[in-house]
């Protein structure tokens, strides 16, 4: 061997300018771990001309995203990450710097701490009242769950980083909810596209699927509803009409005319910042919860064993509150094994490795991008008993947990690039679902079978499911006057 050669992890032979694009299907994740079964779980792709390592094992996830997290914590600058999110300047698109380190800890310290979540209680509880009340009046008829709670968790996430729920018709708002959803529909399909000018850089410029152009056009739109949002709060900052801390917004607008502060946080940085806020929750929280129902329903005994810790816990007086959380162990599991099966983001946030580094004896290359397939973990015979079943008692009694230390599930990544609004994302999606199960009886519609439930998957910036879930809420099981 040539010793000057490095010594890539194993993989397929690449193809000339595509690389072994070839080898990935509709759903990337799959088509990934198919190919892992043959080359094992430290694996080297192309993808056009990038080269990409695979990790899908927890010993490698561990390695990469623990021993090495550092190397590992850049982002690839894809062409989603320039024209969608100002530059790369988002929290998830932003490459390791030190603008970076510091929008991530005014993130984490001081947005989305304990504290301040508590403070943005009382939004969450009013939003999910007026949801169950919607879903109480459409009692007996098939709903799609997913909008419903996508529009559950904008409404939410816009009223505690915006300060006001931008989904409901105000004339006092800038914009209608109907120009709202769309950019923000807009912004999420066009991010999840796969660009080829991203893996073949000299195709960029063409733009020959238009996506560029679309993703100028909505970020234009975007650009001035942030706009107006900060015009807004600068000017009664100014005027002296400063109402202390109401939202988000009002966090990072104090944070960023800091002057103590490392960094200088520019105004298209904080535009990229409301905007992560704003997105990153909603529909991963959402389709969290779909996932759920859909493997409840297909599992009717699971429903009852949550129903009946629900009733023995809460009882039948009341709405299920998030501080009730650590007394719903059956409820955690469900969430656990929902995330275990069908990771929303299955294969992480690519990263990139910043400098050249020697992992389990191969060389991964400066620049390669890192992906960790989370799906073949959770799903791996080695780690699982029945791997594919649904089976939330494995986790009863067991003190495996998502927040990034154990290795075997990771649906919110771990390390420091690990996702920084877990803690709002587990509350979202264990109180809504909590609530679903203790506030109605559910049923397919019409004739349809539970074996008839499909469970197929859209693979984009989330997984989804490819049909989505149409289910009827059959009667209320709580005192009328709870739904008002
Ligand atoms: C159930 C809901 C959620 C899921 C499943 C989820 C999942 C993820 C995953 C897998 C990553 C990539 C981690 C990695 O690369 O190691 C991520 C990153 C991120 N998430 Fe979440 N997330 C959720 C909710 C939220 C919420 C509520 C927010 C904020 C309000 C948020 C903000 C972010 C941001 C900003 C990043 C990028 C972090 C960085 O690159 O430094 N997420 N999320």
């Known amino acids: 061997r040539n010793p000057k050669k ?7 032979k690449p193809w000339p300018i595509i690389g072994n694009l070839n080898l990935i299907g509709p759903l990337p994740h799959i088509s990934i771990h198919s190919l892992s079964r043959k080359y094992g779980p430290l694996m080297h792709l192309k993808f056009g001309f990038d080269s ?23 982002r690839p600058q894809l062409l989603a990450g320039k024209y969608l999110t100002y530059d790369y300047t988002g929290m998830g698109t932003a490459p390791y710097s030190p603008y970076w380190r510091q929008a991530r800890k005014i993130c984490v310290m001081e947005l989305l701490s304990p504290k301040r979540l508590d403070q943005f209680e009382y939004m969450r509880v009013e939003e999910r009242k007026l949801f169950l009340h919607d879903m109480f009046k459409s009692c007996s008829k098939p709903v799609q769950l997913k909008d419903r709670l996508y529009m559950l968790n904008l ?19 800038i914009v209608t909810p109907k120009e709202f959803t769309e950019m923000l529909e807009e912004l999420f399909l066009v991010h999840g596209t796969l660009d080829i000018g991203d893996a073949i850089p000299w195709l960029a410029p063409l733009d020959l699927q238009g996506h560029v152009k679309r993703m100028k056009d909505v970020n234009r739109k975007l650009d001035r509803f942030y706009e107006q949002i900060l015009d807004e709060r600068y000017a009664r900052k100014k005027s002296g009409k400063d109402q202390g801390v109401n939202d988000m917004v009002d966090v990072l607008v104090q944070f960023a005319d800091d002057p103590t502060l490392e960094v200088k946080i520019e105004r298209h940085q904080l535009k990229a ?34 129903t009946e810790e629900l009733d023995r816990v809460i009882g039948r007086d009341r709405w299920v509150q998030e501080k009730d959380i650590v007394n719903l162990p059956y409820i955690q599991a469900i969430v656990k094994e929902t995330m275990r099966l069908h990771p929303v983001v299955p294969l992480l946030i690519p990263r990139v490795a910043r400098e050249d580094c020697k992992v389990a004896g191969y060389d991964l290359l400066k620049n390669s991008r890192v992906l960790i397939n989370i799906w073949t973990i959770g799903r791996d015979p080695t780690i699982w008993e029945k791997p594919n079943e649904f089976w939330p008692d494995r986790f009863i009694g067991k003190e495996i947990d998502v927040k990034g230390h154990d290795y075997e599930l990771l649906p919110f990544g ?67 006057h709870l739904y008002s």
């Open 155 to 173: 409404s939410t996430m816009s009223r505690m980083v915006l300060g006001k729920r931008y989904t409901e018709e105000d004339e006092n708002n």
């Open 273 to 306: 910042i409301i905007q992560d806020l704003l997105t990153a929750g909603t529909d991963t929280s959402a389709l969290n919860v779909e996932w759920a129902m859909s493997l409840l329903l297909k599992n009717p005994e699971a429903i009852q064993k949550a």
């Open 52 to 74: 990409v390592v695979v990790g899908s094992s927890v010993e490698v996830a561990e390695l990469l995203l623990k021993t090495h997290d550092l190397s590992f914590s850049s």
């Open 414 to 480: 771990s390390g420091r690039r690990m996702c920084l609004g877990y803690g709002l994302g587990l509350k979202l999606v264990q109180s809504s679902l909590a609530n679903l199960l203790h506030g109605f009886e559910w049923k397919l519609p019409g004739d349809m079978k539970r074996q008839d439930l499909d469970m197929e998957e859209r693979f984009g910036l989330t997984t989804c499911k490819k049909n989505p879930l149409v289910v009827v809420p059959t009667k209320p099981r709580l005192p009328h």
């Open 6 to 12: 490095p010594n890539l992890p194993p993989g397929p």
